[in-house]
Structure formats: structure tokens, C-alpha cells
């Protein structure tokens, strides 16, 4: 029953749509109808800007953080990664808004700062080095989870090394989208860095 309550809050707590919320209310602007649509980060760097892009992009690591230290916090038995899941899975199909949300990257990153804060660190240090030198946000992603599961293999949590390779899989299905625009050269680069 322990575990239901957990998941079912995690759930709750990735659903809230970041970016949706931010841009109407900062903004009178509903982020679905603009840029690629989605409900990312990357889509509110985008369409409503760096303040706001910054603003979503904590929050969305923060809910899975938040829900991964709830099963820390109880002291339960269950990994907290798994229920870290959850909110993974409440960002990308949010119940709060038609079950369509961001790519998942932001909120792993949190579920990883809730329970493994130095890989965190490291995961954020690749991300950056990755986005300078290619431009490519979802490429950066992907070659992030790449390295992160790499980097786990040292911590000798199996639990660990199964949702990073769990996540980074779902990332790059994602991104597959994009991954064809990066081929085609039609996909959109950072100008900021």
C-alpha cells in the first residue's frame, strides 16, 4: 500500500506542467501552441525565453527530485529511484494536461539529484560540455544518458545502472524525431552558447 501512495504521489507530482503553467500565467501564452509544441524545457527556453526557460527547467528537475525523496524521507523499503519513475512517467503523460508533456530529460535528471547528487553534478557537467561544443539540445541529452550509464556502472547499484539505461532508451524513442532533424540538418541549434 506503501508503495501505491508513493507512486501515486510521484505520479502527481511530474504531471504538474511546468511549462504550461509558467507561460500562462507569466505570459497569456499557451506554450502547446508554439515552438515544437511540447511541454519541455527546451520548447519554454524556445517560445517564452531564458528567465522562463530557467524557471521550467528547475522546476521540472525539482518534482523528481521531490518524489524521490519521499520514499527517503519515510524511510521505506523501496528504492527511491523507482518511485522516481513516476514522476518521470507523470511529466511525459501528464494527467493535468491531456497526457501529453515534456521528453522526460529534465525530471530524470531530478529522480538522479534525489538519491545520487554527484552523478547528478557530473550528468549536468556533460550536458553542458555536450551542448557547447554541439548546439544540439537533444542530441546532448542523449549522449548524457549515454555517459551517465557508463558513470553508474561504478556505483554497483543494479537498480541504479537498470533506470539509467531504462531512461536513456526512453530519451533517444523521444528524440527520435529530432534525431532525424539533426540528419536532415533541420533541426534547430542554440544561439545563447
Known amino acids: 500500500m506503501e508503495f501505491v501512495l508513493f507512486a501515486i504521489i510521484a505520479y502527481l507530482l511530474g504531471s ?3 511549462a504550461l503553467l509558467v507561460g500562462k500565467i507569466a505570459f497569456n501564452k499557451d506554450i502547446r501552441e508554439h515552438g515544437s509544441g511540447n511541454l519541455g524545457a527546451t520548447n519554454a527556453f524556445r517560445v517564452l525565453g531564458m528567465k522562463a526557460g530557467i524557471i521550467v527547467t ?14 527517503i524521507l519515510f524511510d521505506a523499503s523501496v528504492h527511491p529511484l523507482i518511485i522516481g519513475l513516476f514522476a518521470v512517467i507523470g511529466h511525459t503523460y501528464p494527467i493535468f494536461a491531456k497526457f501529453k ?7 530524470s535528471a531530478g529522480i538522479i539529484l534525489g538519491s545520487f547528487p554527484l ?3 557530473i ?17 546532448s541529452s542523449i549522449i548524457t544518458g549515454a555517459v551517465t550509464i ?4 561504478f556505483y554497483k547499484d543494479i537498480v541504479l545502472i537498470i533506470i539509467i539505461s531504462l531512461l536513456t532508451l526512453f530519451v533517444i524513442y523521444r528524440h527520435k524525431e529530432n534525431l532525424k532533424r539533426i540528419k536532415n540538418g533541420t533541426e534547430p ?3 545563447w552558447m
Not at 123 to 139: A, E, G, H, R
Not at 150 to 153: A, D, E, F, G, T
Open 16 to 18: 504538474i506542467p511546468s
Open 58 to 71: 528547475l522546476s521540472d528537475i525539482l518534482k523528481g527530485t521531490a518524489a524521490t525523496v519521499i520514499p
Open 101 to 107: 508533456g515534456g521528453k522526460a530529460v529534465a525530471t
Open 119 to 121: 552523478l547528478f553534478v
Open 123 to 139: 550528468m549536468i557537467m556533460t550536458f553542458l560540455l555536450s551542448l557547447y561544443l554541439s548546439k544540439y539540445v537533444s542530441l
Open 150 to 153: 557508463l558513470i553508474s556502472l
Open 189 to 191: 541549434k542554440i544561439t
